[in-house]
């Protein structure tokens, strides 16, 4: 079972920035797949959730309405379109799995983990 990120990197203040995540391992169709990021000195914050057949998303308060995930089953891939990136967009990015259909805030929530990707945003 692997989740793999990638799409990372340095963007300036305005830009746009598209995430991968590449899975592995499992049924992908069976589960939900969120994107979660963390900045250091600050705690795992939840970005946004797409359940397993892609009929719900989730996104959190700071990037709602600039954010966009999707996934595509025959790549096994989901993805997260950033734009209109600001400073505190700067992070290391997680994809994670849960091990049920649908999505919850909560990251215990999720069971596999990738390896994250940076982002980092100058203003």
């Known amino acids: 079972v692997q989740l793999v990120e990638s799409g990372g990197g340095l963007v300036q203040a305005g830009g746009s920035l598209k995430l991968s995540c590449a899975a592995s391992?499992?049924?992908?169709?069976?589960?939900?797949i969120a994107w979660f990021r963390q900045a250091p000195g600050k705690e795992r914050e939840g970005v946004s959730c797409i359940t397993y057949r892609g009929d719900g998303t989730y996104y959190g308060d700071s990037v709602k309405g600039r954010v966009t995930i999707s996934r595509d089953s025959a790549k096994k891939t989901v993805y997260l379109h950033m734009n209109s990136l600001k400073s505190e967009d700067t992070a290391v990015y997680y994809c994670?799995?849960?091990?049920?259909?649908?999505?919850?805030?909560?990251?215990?929530?999720?069971?596999?983990w990738g390896q994250g990707t940076q982002v980092t945003v100058s203003s």
């Open positions: 391992g499992f049924v992908f169709d069976d589960y939900a």
């Open positions: 994670a799995a849960a091990g049920y259909a649908l999505c919850r805030e909560d990251d215990q929530w999720y069971s596999t």
